[in-house]
């Protein structure tokens, strides 16, 4: 058992020394990416960014132990191995980086075998943000985080109408009621939008949601995570602070103001159907 442990992880120190510093992410074409459902393990590479591949923490061998036994009960009843896929974004010299799935890619390798089930995302980069502000309009913009603020956890009567079956296959997140008046207004009162998540949503997926809802967002970062450990993004953000010296970071409970680093802070009483149009009371309140 310790020969193995010592194994995977001279293995995973070998990857890192090999794509650390090298690899750069590549844009995934989107037939490509809907097309591609399975890969092999040997395709996908450990992130040089991600606590599974730190000497000091490493994989969790208890957690791969399970794994294991998970793969051997689903092939002994002819199961999918993995009930979700493991998120991967492709990358430059070779193959697909690991953004989430470690440790079932693991075991896996462990158990020998040859193809995962993946999904293919386009984080947001550097080079996307650097286009973001090249077609932004505006000096001021507005904030949101996308699953805590904009998205819903399920179907209900605080979020928007459902779209067509085909479109809500396609794309199963539930946009909170009055997200796309809330835009529009924002948009018509010299707002550009940009909205944020830590989760692996592709850019383009992200992008045609809210397409389908007829709103304009001019920014949209997803992957968030990586921000602290990727130079070129921590650039970004003086690029961004120069273009908006106004910002309105707007949350479920509050809306913050923030101008020549002055914050202004305001509660939002509604919660329910009324919260969209709290949020432009308190705007209008700013604009006084």
């Not at 996908?44 to 000497?55: I, M, Q, S, Y």
């Not at 970071?249 to 809306?255: A, F, M, W």
């Amino acid at each position: 058992m310790e020969q193995e442990k010592q194994t995977l992880r001279e293995f995973l120190a070998s990857e890192v020394k090999k794509y650390k510093g090298v690899a750069v992410p590549v844009r995934t074409g989107f037939l490509k990416r809907k097309l591609i459902k399975q890969l092999p393990c040997r395709k996908l590479h450990p992130n040089p960014d991600d606590e599974f591949t730190f000497p000091e923490i490493g994989p969790n061998d208890g957690i791969i132990s399970d794994y294991v036994e998970h793969i051997r009960t689903c092939q002994n009843y002819g199961m999918p191995i993995f009930d979700e896929p493991l998120i991967v974004q492709q990358i430059r010299p070779d193959g697909y980086m690991l953004l989430n799935g470690h440790h079932r890619w693991a075991a896996a390798m462990k158990m020998g075998i040859r193809k995962v089930p993946v999904e293919i995302v386009n984080l947001t980069q550097a080079v996307d943000i650097k286009k973001m502000l090249k077609n932004s309009k505006n000096h001021m913009r507005a904030t949101l985080d996308l699953d805590e603020v904009v998205f819903r956890p399920s179907r209900d009567e605080l979020t928007e109408s459902p779209q067509s079956v085909f479109f809500r296959r396609r794309y199963p997140e539930h946009l909170r009621l009055g997200i796309p008046g809330l835009f529009s207004y924002l948009n018509l009162h010299g707002y550009d939008i940009w909205v944020y998540s830590a989760n692996y949503y592709s850019l383009e997926h992200i992008r045609r949601l809210f397409l389908l809802y007829h709103v304009n967002v001019t920014g949209i970062v997803t992957g968030t995570g990586r921000k602290s450990k990727d130079p070129s993004m921590k650039k970004m953000d003086s690029m961004i602070a120069e273009q908006y010296p106004v910002t309105v970071n707007i949350d479920e409970k509050s809306v913050v103001r923030i101008e020549n680093n002055n914050f202004d802070e305001y509660q939002v009483a509604e919660s329910g159907a009324g919260w969209s149009a709290a949020v432009m009371d308190i705007i209008e309140k700013m604009k006084k």
